[in-house]
């Protein structure tokens, strides 16, 4: 028998093995091409994610940047402190992306993350702000200064405190994240701090992020 | 007219002599290629088409994560540019740089804000700002005699100044550096990279 193997030159061994070779290269090739396709599913979805929190901030910096040119005005007419509205669901990034509403929105004092997950996994996207926020609403703002500096800080009742010191407070306060829901509408306003040093009464401006 | 005689007829050999040895190889290597029946890389021939399947998608691969590092790499500035032209747009309006007349700059608030005794000023000026990005902002004169350089002091001393990645941008402004001289300048925004952008 091994005289009969060892005597059969019709090359069926080469012709398996070569075929073997195939076919296994083969699987290996179409795996490598579909795992490649789901990475670019997964990319795609974090390029989303990235465009929202990027659209969150422009919109934030945006309102950040209106309150800075109406800084300083004091003793004159301050425009009329305006309430913006965004909404994650009038964007068609939002609609197209594939995480739904299960988008969770958290807002500090110093950046938006966004957190989702989708096909078990999990995707986040962070972007700083470039202006000063806080995530709560006028009131909480007006209230927490009162607590530590005896006064709210409106142009009626400015704050007599260290400006390094409102900085560091106002920091502090905007540490805590506020989660936000993506379904609903999100409140941009910009708010004017007032501050009485010995040159006289300045304002500065930050952006209050609330729901 | 014998030399030019002698010198075509050399011409004319050489030209038949490449052509001969053209046809020559050609009879020879399509005898040699397509009229070779051994068979030689006949069992083999699906494994090199593989191989060059494998080396063009691994070519391929590479090419595309290249180009992807590319984009990560760049991705700051093209990130960041929208903010630092925001700050810049935003900066030409700041009450503290301007002068009396709307949308001129003041080079006598600029002297206070970016000299010595500016401290406390540059502390309310960058109030409203994060600090989440450290930026400078450079103004000069159009004919480069007069420059200020408005920094945050939120960083160390010398850090805007080292090698870390950045992006700046530039408006068009006018300075008043008298009342009876305004000039052409610009006002740039120069935004650096930090471990947590």
Not at chain 1, 72 to 77: F, L
Not at chain 1, 128 to 153: D, I, Q, W
């Amino acid at each position: 028998m091994v005289k009969d193997f060892l005597g059969d030159d019709s090359a069926w061994a080469d012709f398996l093995i070569s075929k073997a070779a195939l076919i296994l290269a083969s699987v290996i090739l179409f795996a490598a091409l579909f795992q490649l396709a789901a990475g670019f599913k997964g990319l795609e979805a974090q390029e989303q994610l990235d465009f929202l929190a990027r659209d969150f901030k422009t919109v934030v910096d945006q309102a950040g940047a209106e309150s800075f040119q109406e800084g300083y005005k004091v003793g004159n007419q301050v425009g009329n402190q305006e309430e913006l509205s965004f909404r994650f669901d009038e964007n068609e990034v939002f609609l197209a992306s594939p995480f739904g509403e299960n988008i969770e929105v958290c807002v500090s004092g110093e950046y938006v993350h966004l957190k989702a997950k989708y096909d078990e996994k999990s995707f986040s996207a962070v972007r700083p702000f470039a202006f000063r926020v806080l995530p709560f609403n006028e009131s909480v703002l007006r209230e927490k200064l009162n607590t530590k500096f005896g006064a709210k800080g409106s142009e009626g009742s400015p704050l007599t405190a260290d400006l390094l010191e409102i900085k560091a407070f106002l920091q502090v306060s905007g540490t805590e994240e506020a989660v936000l829901n993506a379904g609903e509408s999100i409140s941009i306003k910009k708010e004017l701090i007032y501050v009485k040093d010995s040159e006289g009464v300045s304002a500065f401006g930050c952006v209050l992020v609330y729901q | 007219m014998v030399v030019s005689l002698s010198t075509n007829k050399v011409g004319s050999l050489f030209i038949n002599n490449l052509l001969a040895a053209g046809r020559k190889f050609w009879e020879k290597s399509d005898t040699s290629i397509l009229r070779d029946e051994r068979g030689t890389l006949e069992p083999h021939s699906d494994l090199l088409a593989t191989a060059l399947a494998v080396i063009g998608f691994v070519v391929f691969a590479a090419l595309l994560s290249r180009a992807y590092m590319g984009y990560e790499d760049s991705s700051f500035a093209l990130e960041n540019y929208e903010s630092a032209s925001l700050l810049a747009g935003t900066l030409t309006e700041a009450p503290a740089f301007r002068a009396e007349s709307p949308g001129i700059l003041s080079a006598s608030a600029l002297d206070k804000l970016s000299g010595p005794d500016g401290q406390d000023e540059r502390m309310k000026f960058f109030a409203a700002f994060s600090g989440n990005y450290p930026f400078l902002v450079e103004i000069r004169t159009g004919d480069g005699r007069w420059q200020w350089l408005i920094d945050p002091e939120i960083v160390e001393p010398g850090y805007l100044m080292g090698k870390q990645e950045k992006v700046a941008a530039s408006v068009p402004v006018v300075i008043e550096l008298n009342p009876a001289e305004s000039v052409p300048g610009t006002l740039t925004v120069v935004m650096y990279k930090t471990p947590w952008m």
